[in-house]
């Protein structure tokens, strides 16, 4: 997104399971205490993607890991900084989601996660039909 609040195009696919890896935190409580993360006070994600590039298997999977650091490990996650992920708004264009891999988030929206899922583009670009869950 651009200074003046734009949506801006990128050409390239910059939303990789490579990035989403590193956004995501290992299930597990023995992170040292000198761990550093990508993002670590990371608390609401809002993306628009390219559905033929984007991995959204990767994408849920760091939700979820984003989530889970804070019950996994609460202390842990307090030490090395870490805030857990409370919403995620995704606008996924050029083809329909996978809705198993999606309801996957079922149980961190039942836990509080507000997650809102389009499949077509914003009001401002002519959404048509949006899934929101929250």
């Known amino acids: 997104m651009a200074k003046d609040g734009s949506v801006v195009e990128a050409n390239k696919n910059i939303i990789t399971p490579n990035l989403l890896q590193q956004l995501s935190v290992p299930g597990t409580s023995n992170i040292p205490a000198n761990r550093s993360f990508l993002v670590p006070k990371l608390n609401h994600i809002w993306l628009k993607v390219n ?6 298997t990767a ?3 760091m939700v979820l890991s984003r989530w889970l650091a804070r019950d996994v490990g609460g202390h842990v996650a307090d030490a090395v900084g870490l805030k857990q992920l409370a919403a ?3 606008c996924v264009f050029g083809r329909e989601i996978d809705e198993k891999v ?7 929206k039942a836990s509080g996660m507000k997650v809102k899922l389009w499949d077509e583009d ?7 039909n949006m899934r929101a869950w929250a």
């Open 88 to 90: 995620a708004d995704i």
């Open 59 to 61: 994408f849920v999977d």
């Open 122 to 128: 914003f009001p401002e670009m002519g959404m048509r």
């Open 51 to 56: 559905g033929v590039s984007f991995d959204e």
């Open 102 to 108: 999606w309801n996957r988030l079922d149980c961190v």
